[in-house]
RNA sequence: GGCCUCGUCGUCUAAUGGUUAGGACGCCGCUCUUUCAAGGCGGCAAUACGGGUUCGAUUCCCGUCGAGGUCACCA
């Protein structure tokens, strides 16, 4: 039994897409499952369109993804190699030499290498969706080179996956019309067929292919608005394929034991970004605090350093935020009373005091003052509801709805904000002095 | 249009000849909180349609419809 040969051959004629990750990906998890070798391709015959910079990007981003390989191949150092294939099968009768005037430039004559086609039917075998035919009469002798020298695609493909021994082809869905002739190819070449799995394509809103046109489809994107590479390797790994039970959660580790041709989906899977926030704030809430501040800090955008509050206010961070990115827009929105005293408005100070008047909301406030004198200069949140609450309850004894009428203005005080965490929770975290400061203001507000 | 592929809740999907068709995301409600968020509990929601085969079809077969892919001297 042959050892397993997969690769990941990605054109570096644009950024990382999202369904190159997951190709990629797929052809990763197959091959360490099987035990098998990975080998990474640039795929750049098109030297008008391809750019080292992609290709940089691409391989930064796969490993960011934690996606490796054990061979590095490029295909516009192989040319000699494709040359003299191109030579061996026009040798033996199998393509010939066509001049033909040029497509781009009708006034300059071209000498493109064709393919005999042998117009037959191709049948094969797909992992995923069983027998496939091909009528290859409507392709007609087609072309393989530019020139003798310049193989295209199809041809380079073929002869790299002939020396270099993959045994699976593990790719896009709108591959398949492709596979017949390369096919051919590896007819007229002599080679081995190997196993071919054609994937579901990852849809956009409308059902379409997703494109650049659908939204974010770089992995880089996402890695900038502060997703996990776990979170999106997990997420892709689930768009077209599942373990058989209802198993969610899995690292790349996990994936590699589980994953099978078997539990690859036949239709096309719609991207859907809730899911994957959902999915990646449930990784942003394994990672310790300590981990969660430090990835914070890494997904800054520019060097500003963050308040030392920012780190205490982590816990509150992970119930609240589902990307890194949403992460640093609380610090700067929502909780940004943590780091700066906030305005207040004396109206919504007296939101909840009804009837009773403000007499009655300022000697709440100033209850607290009192209380929060026994308190040390930094408590937990719970110690602060300890020695707040039953200043709450008291009022609340005393009038109905006294326990509210009491809450929200301290809250209120502490926040600037209609909506934040609780009262408790804020005061620890600005500590005695700063929350008494406030809670003074409130009252100032209230007596004048 | 030719050729190819696909068709289970809105989305990702499980079950496959016999289940009240299950889970997840989202949505809605309740509950905790007299603010949010998180949490807990519950709910709405699907086998595209029409024929067969069968005691019984989501599952097997045929057709219809629908969706997507692909038709390069790009990859």
Redesign the pocket.
């Known amino acids: 039994m042959n050892r397993v040969v997969t690769r990941i ?1 990605p ?1 570096p ?1 644009g950024r990382l897409h999202i369904g190159t990750a997951r190709t990629a990906l797929f052809n990763y998890l197959f091959a360490r499952h099987a035990g098998g070798k990975v080998i990474f391709r640039s ?4 030297r008008a ?1 391809s750019k080292k910079e992609y290709e940089d990007e691409i391989i930064e981003g796969l490993h960011w993804l934690g996606i490796g390989w054990d061979e590095f191949a490029r ?1 516009s150092e192989r040319t000699a190699r494709y040359t003299e294939l191109l030579e061996k099968v026009i040798a033996e009768g199998k393509a010939y030499v066509s001049k ?5 430039d009708p006034e300059r004559e ?1 000498e ?1 290498v064709r393919l005999k086609n042998p117009g037959k039917e191709v049948v094969f075998e797909d992992l995923v ?2 027998p ?4 290859t009469g ?1 392709l007609g002798d ?2 393989i080179a ?1 020139s003798r020298t310049d193989a ?3 041809f380079a493909v073929v002869v790299d996956d002939m020396d270099g021994g993959v045994t699976h082809i593990i790719r896009g ?6 596979t017949a002739r390369q096919i051919l190819i590896q007819e007229a070449l002599g080679a081995e067929r190997p196993q071919y799995a054609h994937l ?2 990852i ?1 956009d809103e ?4 997703l494109s650049k046109r659908s939204g974010a489809t770089s992995v880089m994107d996402y890695r900038a608005e502060g997703f996990l590479p776990e979170a999106l390797v997990n997420y892709l790994a ?5 373990p ?3 198993r ?1 959660d899995f690292s790349l580790t996990e994936l590699v034991g589980a994953f099978s041709v078997e ?1 690859i ?6 991207w ?1 970004r ?2 994957l ?2 999915v990646n704030q449930r990784w942003m809430r394994k990672l310790s605090d300590d981990q969660f501040f430090a990835a914070l800090e890494a997904s800054r955008p520019d060097a500003t350093e963050l308040a030392s509050v920012a780190r205490r206010a982590v816990p509150l961070l992970k ?2 935020a589902r990307t890194f990115g949403e992460a640093r827009a609380l610090l700067s929105g929502e909780l940004a009373c943590l780091f700066a005293a906030p305005e207040l408005s004396r109206e919504t100070l007296r939101a ?1 005091e009804g009837e009773r008047g403000t007499a009655f909301t300022k000697a709440g406030l100033e209850a607290v003052l009192h209380a929060a004198e026994a308190l040390p200069e930094s408590p937990d949140a719970e110690t602060a509801k300890a020695a707040l609450m039953p200043l ?1 309850d008291a009022e ?1 004894a005393k009038e ?6 009491m ?2 203005p301290l ?1 209120y005080a502490l926040s600037g ?7 408790f929770t804020l005061f620890a975290l600005l500590g005695r002095e700063e929350s008494s400061a406030r809670v003074k203001k409130a009252i100032a507000i209230l007596g004048a």
């Open positions: 051959p054109s004629t795929e750049d015959t098109d369109r295909q033909e005037l040029a497509k781009d071209v493109v969706r069983g496939i035919n091909t009528h409507e087609f072309v530019r295209l695609y199809h869905e709108d591959h398949i019309p492709n579901p394509l849809l409308k059902r379409a292919k689930l768009l077209g394929w599942n058989g039970d209802e969610e539990g989906q036949k239709s096309g899977a719609a859907n809730e899911k926030l959902s119930e609240r909840k709450a609340e109905k709805g006294g326990r509210g009428a809450l929200w809250r904000q209609e909506r934040s965490p609780d009262p």
